[in-house]
């Protein structure tokens, strides 16, 4: 026997085989059909027994296999069930040869068969046979499960008839020796009246009966034949047979002990009537075994003593013992280099049922040794189906990591080289059902949470299998999908080179076919959800910026308390208090305005050693329609941290979030969501976007400031007047926004002077300028300022002492002079105070003052906002008249 069958399990032992097979040209789809409501006649009552029959159906079964029938009756074909299509009457003599000829395949070992004909009406289908069952078509034969049951019965008649048969031989007659194929010339000349081989004989037929007695479902009776096989046997050292008494006692005892079965299916099979009563009696730890006399045999499985039955239970071995004889057994079948696919089979039945018990290492110790059986020459298949049930039932032991390596394995085997066609898909297939024994999930939202699980060498290993199979599969997308998984999940673990190769790689792929956010279905359903580079560039914060404070929209105070008043009749609600805090965490202070460009700061790094180049990156926002200008940068090799400021303008009014930043790298778009980042710190992402207002763009007649001015000003003009003197200062407003201008106020503050100013210092005429309201886009006017001074330079003690007697007349400076300097004191005539408070007295003083633009419209106006343009103006005055020397006279009379 050559093909192992992998799903074998302990409670096959006691069911019948029954092949179903098509005749002719049977439509595939049709066939299975009706092959599952076969199948689901797995079990039958009995009529006027007790007894239950179980059957394993089979579709496809080796004759070689069928061979070893005498060795294990439970893999002897005894039914034929042949489904088949007949059109015509002229059809159904062929149809009815090439079923006959189906059952010469199996006719040395079948009890009874049937043959189900479609398609064929008429006279012909109106015979009665029992043997044959017509039906107008696939659809219409609602009897098939009845005429399944019939059959099954008459194989139960038939199987009844051979366990009385063989159980009732006299010691008188001559009872055959049965044989394994292999066997057959071994046995050629030898004595067959020697005491040794009629043991021999003698022990094989009493395993072989109770073989036939578990299928009939007399467990207790098949219980004592396996111990006096065994006994026999051991005697004779029969050692092939004896492995299979001890494996037929071990499937006896589990049937006892598990009714449910050991296969893992989830329709487990119905417990009989007396396995139900004794379930509670089965686990009893240091239950004694007590072998029964041979005599109390029954002919029909039925005791009206049910006391003896209970007896009897205690024939079966315990759970312990149970993996004890299997050790047995199979050491057994590994001294004969034929019995490997039997040897095979016991191990995955110990392994099933050593599952059941929960002894997984145990269990590793018969899969380890079912791995290293020899079964000669296997076809690639068998290699696949091999590793694939090793991985299975590693699996079914929670060996989740040695499950992974077999499924590889069992993958690589698809694609050897042997093979004249690969089976790339189902080599990809494979590969993805080992992922989870590796602690490798596809969704990168499990890389983010703590700590690396797995070992990320392996891991690296599977995704690069991955990617080829799915490129040798002519599916690009999903090699840069995976790709993509790599190079973001095990970044930390790739050296500098195949960080390299890996993005090489990468950028080959998207070349044809650019990685996006879509996700990716699968042919069997599986989902790959997309992988956002959050690596490539890091971002560890995200700042969102005030407008330039010229921008800034501001509220009318005499509307700030409307909002929270009209929302709640009550003067303090700690409800609303409560949700309000939480909206303030959350919502920035500042607000931005509609229509205007908005800056949020990134600082990020670069953890490549290689140049990265970051294309179309712009922001990801909600709440608001939100135009985002994507800008490229280019990061220099592992760059720490570096500012990056991205852009865009809202399109509506209300409150916006900024939820993340899209990129492109490597030709992957990525969508990287701030929820997604754990590392990065974000002070607040929702800000108030107001409804849009008009902007102004100042310009004045004179020229800017030299003076440092204050971030609040937005421009500034400084200038030199004498004391007492005038300046015309022309100030030009545009509107260069896209909303008019409807209101325009104009205020000055003068800041803080020591000396005493005399009259207005700013004065302006408004007018002229509010005429022009409104004041469409693209449109300036003009407002003139008077620009007086007007100081208190008498009285200066620190210049009467700074002016020395050396008999010179005072000397004036007209103020129509040209001279527009300040001029100071020698230095010899300065006094050097050590005094920190006193300071070296300077011709000059300075005026300072601002004037603000308050200005709204559209409708910001409307919501009651405005705008706020500061300009600072900067004087230095002078005395009109200046001392130089001063002499005295003495007085005359």
Same mark, same amino acid.
């Given at each position: 026997m050559s093909v192992p069958d992998y799903m074998q399990c302990a409670e096959d032992h006691q069911t019948v085989l029954v092949v179903v097979q098509p005749v002719g040209i049977v439509p595939e789809e049709q066939f299975f059909r009706i092959y599952k409501r076969i199948a689901s006649v797995s079990q039958v009552s009995v009529r006027d027994s007790q007894r239950q029959l179980y059957i394993r159906y089979r579709h496809h079964y080796p004759p070689e296999n069928n061979e070893w029938g005498d060795f294990q009756t439970h893999r002897k074909v005894v039914g034929l069930v042949s489904v088949t299509t007949c059109a015509t009457p002229k059809e159904w003599p062929q149809t009815s040869d090439r079923f006959h000829c189906q059952k010469e395949v199996y006719g040395a070992t079948l009890y009874d068969s049937r043959l189900l004909v479609f398609g064929l009406q008429g006279e012909i289908a109106e015979q009665q046979r029992t043997d044959v069952a017509f039906y107008?078509?696939?659809?219409?034969?609602?009897?098939?499960?009845?005429?399944?049951?019939?059959?099954?019965?008459?194989?139960?008649?038939?199987?009844?008839?051979? =366990?009385?048969? =063989?159980?009732?031989? !006299?010691? @008188?007659?001559?009872?055959?020796?049965?044989?394994?194929?292999?066997e057959k010339k071994d046995f050629v000349g030898l004595d067959t009246?020697? =005491?040794?081989?009629?043991?021999?004989?003698?022990?094989?037929?009493?395993?072989?009966?109770?073989?036939?007695?578990?299928?009939?479902?007399?467990?207790?009776?098949?219980?004592?034949?396996?111990?006096?096989?065994?006994?026999?046997?051991?005697?004779?050292?029969?050692?092939?047979?004896?492995?299979a008494a001890l494996e037929g006692l071990c499937s006896a005892s589990v049937i006892f002990h598990y009714p449910g079965g050991t296969a893992g299916k989830t329709a487990g099979r119905k417990p009989s009537v007396s396995q139900a009563a004794d379930s509670g009696k089965r686990h009893r730890p240091g239950a004694?075994?007590?072998?029964?006399?041979?005599?109390?045999?029954?002919?029909?499985?039925?005791?009206?003593?049910?006391?003896?039955?209970? @007896?009897?239970?205690?024939?079966?071995?315990?759970?312990?013992?149970?993996?004890?004889?299997?050790?047995?057994?199979?050491?057994?079948?590994?001294?004969?280099?034929?019995?490997?696919?039997?040897?095979?089979?016991?191990?995955?039945k110990a392994v099933r049922v050593l599952a059941i018990q929960k002894r997984a290492m145990e269990a590793s110790e018969f899969l380890q040794n079912a791995v290293y059986i020899n079964l000669g020459q296997l076809s690639e298949e068998e290699?696949?189906?091999?590793?694939?049930?090793?991985?299975?039932?590693?699996?079914?032991?929670?060996?989740?990591?040695?499950?992974?390596?077999?499924?590889?394995?069992?993958?690589?085997?698809?694609?050897?080289?042997?093979?004249?066609?690969?089976?790339?898909?189902?080599?990809?297939?494979?590969?993805?059902?080992?992922?989870?024994?590796?602690?490798?999930?596809?969704?990168? !939202?499990?890389?983010? !949470?703590?700590?690396? $699980? @797995?070992?990320?060498?392996?891991?690296?290993?599977?995704?690069?299998?991955?990617?080829?199979?799915?490129?040798?599969?002519?599916?690009?997308?999903?090699?840069?999908?995976?790709?993509?998984?790599l190079l973001q999940t095990m970044l930390d673990f790739l050296s500098d080179q195949e960080k390299k190769e890996v993005t090489q790689s990468l950028e080959n792929y998207t070349s044809k076919c650019p990685g996006g956010m879509e996700v990716i279905t699968l042919p069997d359903?599986?989902?790959?959800?997309?992988?956002?580079?959050?690596?490539?560039?890091?971002?560890?914060?995200?700042?969102?910026?005030?407008?330039?404070?010229?921008? $800034?929209?501001?509220?009318?105070?005499?509307?700030?308390?409307?909002?929270?008043?009209?929302?709640?009749?009550?003067?303090?609600?700690?409800?609303?208090?409560?949700?309000?805090?939480?909206?303030?965490?959350?919502?920035?202070?500042?607000?931005?305005?509609?229509?205007?460009?908005?800056?949020?700061?990134?600082?990020?790094?670069?953890?490549?050693?290689?140049?990265l180049r970051v294309e179309n990156m712009g922001l990801l926002t909600s709440g608001v329609e939100f135009e985002s200008l994507p800008a490229a940068l280019s990061l220099p090799a592992e760059s720490g941290l570096y500012p990056v400021t991205l852009v865009g303008v809202p399109r509506t009014a209300g409150n916006i979030t900024i939820s993340g930043y899209h990129t492109s790298v490597f030709g992957v778009s990525s969508d990287c969501l701030l929820e997604g980042l754990?590392?990065?710190?974000?002070?607040?992402?929702?800000?108030?976007?107001?409804?849009?207002?008009?902007?102004?763009?100042?310009?004045?007649?004179?020229?800017?400031?030299?003076?440092?001015?204050?971030?609040?000003?937005?421009?500034?003009?400084?200038?030199?007047?004498?004391?007492?003197?005038?300046?015309?200062?022309?100030?030009?407003?545009?509107?260069?926004?896209?909303?008019?201008?409807?209101?325009?106020?104009?205020?000055?503050?003068?800041?803080?002077?020591?000396?005493?100013?005399?009259? #207005?210092?700013?004065?302006?005429?408004?007018? #002229?300028?509010?005429?022009?309201?409104?004041?469409?886009?693209?449109?300036?006017?003009?407002?003139?300022?008077?620009?007086?001074?007007?100081?208190?330079?008498?009285?200066?003690?620190?210049?009467?002492?700074?002016?020395?007697?050396?008999?010179?007349?005072?000397?004036?400076?007209?103020?129509?002079s040209p001279l527009r300097q300040v001029l100071k004191p020698r230095a010899e005539s300065k006094a050097?105070?050590?005094?920190?408070?006193?300071?070296?007295?300077?011709?000059?003083?300075?005026?300072?003052?601002?004037?603000?633009?308050?200005?709204?419209?559209?409708?910001?106006?409307?919501?009651g906002y405005y705008r706020e343009l500061c300009m600072g103006v900067h004087v230095d005055v002078e005395p009109s008249v200046f001392f130089t020397r001063v002499s005295t006279l003495p007085a005359t009379r």
């Open positions: 107008p078509s696939y659809d219409d034969c609602p009897d098939v499960e009845r005429r399944v049951e019939d059959f099954v019965e008459s194989i139960f008649i038939v199987l009844e008839s051979k =366990r009385l048969d =063989r159980a009732t031989d !006299k010691s @008188g007659d001559k009872i055959p020796l049965l044989c394994v194929p292999f009246d020697s =005491r040794h081989y009629k043991k021999r004989c003698q022990g094989r037929m009493r395993k072989h009966v109770g073989d036939l007695c578990l299928q009939a479902g007399m467990l207790q009776d098949a219980l004592v034949h396996y111990h006096m096989a065994v006994e026999l046997l051991r005697s004779v050292n029969d050692f092939l047979w004896l492995g004694q075994e007590v072998l029964i006399d041979p005599g109390a045999l029954t002919t029909n499985g039925i005791n009206a003593d049910t006391s003896t039955e209970i @007896g009897r239970a205690k024939n079966c071995l315990s759970p312990e013992d149970i993996i004890e004889k299997y050790k047995e057994a199979i050491s057994y079948y590994g001294k004969y280099k034929n019995a490997g696919v039997i040897e095979l089979e016991a191990c995955v290699k696949i189906q091999r590793y694939s049930v090793l991985s299975e039932l590693y699996e079914l032991i929670g060996f989740h990591r040695k499950s992974a390596f077999f499924k590889r394995v069992a993958a690589m085997q698809c694609v050897a080289p042997t093979i004249p066609e690969p089976g790339w898909r189902a080599c990809y297939k494979l590969l993805l059902e080992t992922l989870p024994g590796y602690s490798l999930s596809l969704d990168p !939202k499990d890389f983010s !949470k703590g700590t690396h $699980r @797995g070992w990320a060498a392996v891991q690296m290993r599977l995704l690069h299998e991955l990617v080829y199979a799915s490129r040798r599969m002519g599916n690009p997308g999903l090699s840069v999908r995976h790709l993509s998984f359903g599986m989902k790959l959800p997309p992988v956002p580079f959050t690596k490539l560039p890091i971002v560890r914060s995200v700042k969102l910026l005030n407008l330039p404070v010229s921008l $800034r929209p501001h509220k009318v105070k005499a509307l700030l308390g409307q909002s929270l008043s009209s929302k709640s009749p009550f003067i303090y609600s700690p409800i609303a208090m409560h949700n309000r805090g939480d909206e303030r965490n959350k919502k920035i202070e500042f607000q931005w305005v509609r229509g205007d460009v908005c800056e949020v700061q990134l600082m990020v790094y670069n953890p490549m050693p290689f140049e754990s590392m990065v710190k974000a002070g607040g992402c929702m800000v108030e976007v107001v409804p849009s207002l008009p902007r102004l763009q100042l310009s004045t007649s004179l020229p800017r400031s030299a003076h440092p001015t204050s971030e609040d000003l937005s421009s500034s003009v400084s200038l030199q007047l004498f004391n007492g003197e005038c300046q015309q200062l022309t100030i030009t407003l545009e509107n260069i926004g896209t909303e008019n201008l409807e209101t325009l106020e104009l205020a000055s503050k003068t800041l803080t002077i020591k000396e005493k100013l005399f009259g #207005e210092f700013l004065s302006w005429d408004l007018q #002229e300028a509010l005429s022009h309201l409104p004041l469409k886009p693209g449109q300036s006017l003009t407002i003139p300022v008077c620009i007086k001074v007007k100081l208190d330079f008498s009285g200066q003690e620190n210049l009467l002492q700074d002016l020395n007697d050396d008999g010179i007349s005072v000397t004036g400076l007209p103020i129509s050097v105070s050590s005094e920190p408070g006193k300071a070296e007295y300077n011709h000059v003083k300075t005026l300072e003052a601002v004037l603000s633009f308050k200005y709204s419209g559209g409708a910001g106006h409307l919501e």
